[in-house]
T-cell receptor, first 111, second 114 residues
């Protein structure tokens, strides 16, 4: 059973701080990793993808991947109240085209 | 931008009815997916399709069927709706079977079975 684990939270951070969201996965054959943001009552929205070990930056977002340790993380710099949402980690193995989703981490950014 | 359109945002049906949920994508994507999302259970894959007239079972296919007669359209069918199928249903699509392609989601259909 391929698993993707996230702390459900809520993770509470003050406005302007760095929010750090973590995700671990069990399938060593995993090749592609995605972070989705989901506002309450809305559908998931892709915000980051990462395929190679190391960091990938896009604006205030940085995705970090460590395949040896089987974890992927998302850092949000200068957190804003509008970042308050549930963040879903999704992992695709090389063997198939399906994504396995984590349960999501609820982030709350307090003004 | 990828556009995945689900036919209804909210839908109320009765137990035993046959229910159709429609999904259309406008980016010539090969792959389409149907998920349901429930509190505490996360996203669960119901069915997916790699090509026209092809379908594959996901993790929870029982009580559902799908149809893909055209590349851009993927329909989810509840053969005889039951109250435990009350949920948020999400359609997604991705470009191809290449492993680095993300899935893009529609706005979702919140289905209530009374």
């Amino acid at each position: 059973q391929k698993e993707v684990e996230q702390n459900s939270g809520p993770l509470s951070v003050p406005e302007g701080a760095i929010a750090s969201l973590n995700c671990t996965y069990s399938d060593r054959g995993s090749q592609s990793f995605f972070w989705y943001r989901q506002y309450s009552g809305k559908s998931p929205e892709l915000i980051m993808s990462i395929y190679s070990n190391g960091d990938k930056e896009d604006g205030r977002f940085t995705a970090q991947l460590n395949k040896a340790s089987q974890y992927v993380s998302l850092l949000i710099r200068d957190s804003q109240p509008s970042d308050s949402a549930t963040y879903l980690c999704a992992v695709r193995s090389n063997a198939g085209n399906m994504l396995t989703f984590g349960g999501g981490t609820r982030l709350m950014v307090k003004p | 931008d990828v556009k995945v359109t689900q036919s209804s945002r909210y839908l109320v049906k009765r137990t035993g009815e046959k229910v159709f949920l429609e999904c259309v994508q406008d980016m010539d994507h090969e792959n389409m997916f149907w998920y349901r999302q429930d509190p505490g259970l996360g996203l669960r894959l119901i069915y997916f399709s790699y090509d026209v007239k092809m379908k594959e079972k996901g993790d929870i296919p029982e009580g559902y069927s799908v149809s893909r007669e055209k590349k851009e359209r993927f329909s989810l069918i509840l053969e005889s709706a039951s109250t435990n199928q009350t949920s948020m249903y999400l359609c997604a699509s991705s470009l191809s079977r290449a492993s680095n392609q993300p899935q893009h989601f529609g706005d979702g259909t919140r289905l209530s079975i009374l």
